[in-house]
């Protein structure tokens, strides 16, 4: 797992530990020692630590103007003992609500594994977000987590997508893609 490192390739457009309104501002990254662990692997130094033993993160963007973030996940979503979705909303996605970001890109072709417990931060997120005219999407999670995820019945709560190429688009143009595609789903 050490060598699964967040994806670079925007970073010339956005950097987390750079923006001042990022709930990760000013964190130093070593490139060379590995510290976080996902159980006993060792995690890349680049990832972020938001309050989860078993999830990480890296915000790849942020358009403040456009008002949404891509966020990259790596690890076991784990609601059952980790209670998540809870730390993930309080920790990150509240800190980017309260600079008017409404929509969210989680990249989850990383997570694992996911564990379920109660729906309530994902009903009050959701909540939340269509009060802003937002939503939240998880793209290419793998297909044994979207299963979880839909047993669970949390596809009520946040869109399960698929786009293969996903590294191949700019932030806007992918931002436009998923957008474009949730808007045609409430019209038909």
């Not at 510290?35 to 938001?50: A, G, K, L, M, R």
């Not at 949404?68 to 003992?81: K, P, Q």
């Not at 786009?163 to 474009?180: A, C, D, V």
């Amino acid at each position: 797992m050490q060598q699964i490192e967040p994806y670079y390739n925007w970073r010339h457009i956005y950097v987390s530990e750079e923006d001042e309104r990022s709930p990760f501002y000013g964190r130093i990254y070593s490139e060379f020692e590995f510290s976080q662990t996902v159980y006993n692997y060792y995690i890349h130094p680049q990832w972020d630590e938001f309050g989860s033993r078993t999830l990480y993160l890296k915000v790849l963007l942020a358009d403040y103007d456009e008002q949404y973030a891509i966020i990259e996940l790596i690890g076991e979503w784990n609601d059952a003992i980790e209670n998540d979705i809870m730390s993930l909303k309080r920790e990150v996605l509240e800190k980017f609500m309260e600079q008017k970001i409404y929509k969210f890109i989680l990249i989850g072709e990383n997570v694992l594994n996911f564990h379920s417990d109660t729906r309530d931060y994902y009903e009050e997120l959701h909540e939340e977000l269509i009060d802003e005219n937002g939503w939240i999407v998880c793209l290419n999670m793998p297909e044994q987590t979207q299963y979880d995820f839909r047993q669970a019945k949390l596809n009520r709560y946040l869109e399960l997508m698929e786009l293969e190429n996903w590294r191949t688009y700019k932030p806007f143009h992918l931002f436009k893609k998923i957008n474009n595609e949730l808007s045609a789903r409430l019209t038909e």
